[in-house]
């Protein structure tokens, strides 16, 4: 089967740069890129975009039948920090999405759904060191909530009509392509923004926050992983635990002075703190390594020496 995919909210933090490595991959006219707004100019102009509201069934629909879709990744989400300041409209984005393109996937309109979930699905209660796979999960943020029951309703349409959906739970992303978009863990890429330009930075998070995170080469290797992996070796249907590395706002910054020796870091914990102390400090995804062999490649310092050079080089072009 050809791959003809839909991107939807290819215009957000992981779906840009998702859309222009599967373009590279599949081709340019085989990727349509869709979100609510045409704000991504580089992205709309780098191929097919057309504008879909993931909380219109008929939008979805109409974008599926123009271009004979097959594949869908659903990226479009509300993310934990901002949905916590809008909880309802968190809910209805991220909840009314999941069920149009499963729903669509149940009628035979697609036949394969990548949709994301996220280390938010775990609470307070959750085992910090090394999270299993299964284990209690009692999320405390909107966030987490709907990826919590996403999983539960991904796992649902598999097993009672046969829908082929697929999911990561992504730890913190960092990428030096795109800003974050309103997460808890959005410090770890505002930090080397401000390192490179003021030589400080303020953290929202205490010093010894520690969190999983991921540079962005490794979650989009991990996305295209799954998705290609053959359909038998994709046992969780749920969601799988994903991880790369965990690491504190000091050690980040005891990184960046390798390199930039005069930086200095301040704390100035937020309400985005108390989501954080919520969530683990580190993820066992041996499920993940042993079914489709899952490999990630970038160390803390192997990412901070390509958020650095890339930035560096970004700032001297727009000088």
């Not at 957000?12 to 373009?23: A, D, F, N």
């Not at 405390?140 to 990826?147: A, D, E, L």
């Amino acid at each position: 089967m050809t791959p003809k995919i839909l991107i939807i909210g290819a215009s957000g933090q992981i779906g840009s740069e998702l859309t222009q490595k599967l373009r590279s991959i599949h081709g340019a006219e085989n990727v349509i890129a869709s979100d609510i707004s045409y704000n991504n100019v580089e992205l709309v102009n780098s191929g097919i975009f057309e504008r879909v509201d993931a909380q219109d069934y008929t939008s979805v629909k109409i974008c599926i039948e123009k271009y004979q879709i097959n594949t869908i990744y659903l990226m479009a989400a509300m993310l934990s920090a901002t949905g916590e300041k809008f909880p309802r409209k968190a809910w209805d984005l991220n909840m009314d999405s999941l069920f149009h393109v499963l729903n669509l996937a149940k009628e035979g309109f697609i036949k394969k759904v990548f949709w994301p979930s996220s280390i938010a699905v775990f609470g307070p209660t959750t085992p910090k060191e090394n999270t299993p796979q299964y284990t209690i999960m009692e999320p405390s943020t909107v966030y987490g909530i709907t990826k919590q029951v996403g999983e539960r309703w991904c796992e649902y349409y598999h097993k009672q009509y046969g829908v082929d959906v697929r999911s990561l739970r992504y730890p913190g992303i960092i990428s030096w392509k795109t800003m974050p978009g309103g997460g808890t863990t959005d410090y770890a890429v505002e930090i080397y923004h401000k390192a490179i330009a003021e030589k400080k930075y303020e953290c929202f998070l205490s010093e010894e926050t520690e969190l999983p995170m991921m540079f962005m080469d490794d979650a989009i290797k991990a996305t295209i992983d799954i998705m290609d992996a053959k359909k038998d070796d994709v046992k969780i249907k749920s969601s799988y635990n994903l991880s790369a590395v965990s690491f504190t706002p000091r050690e980040i910054a005891e990184s960046i002075q390798k390199h930039i020796p005069e930086f200095t870091i301040s704390y100035n914990p937020d309400f985005r703190q108390k989501i954080a102390d919520s969530w683990p400090k580190s993820i066992d995804d041996s499920r993940a390594r042993d079914d489709w062999n899952w490999k990630h490649a970038f160390s803390l310092d192997d990412i901070t020496n390509e958020m650095l050079t890339n930035l560096k080089a970004k700032a001297e072009q727009t000088v």
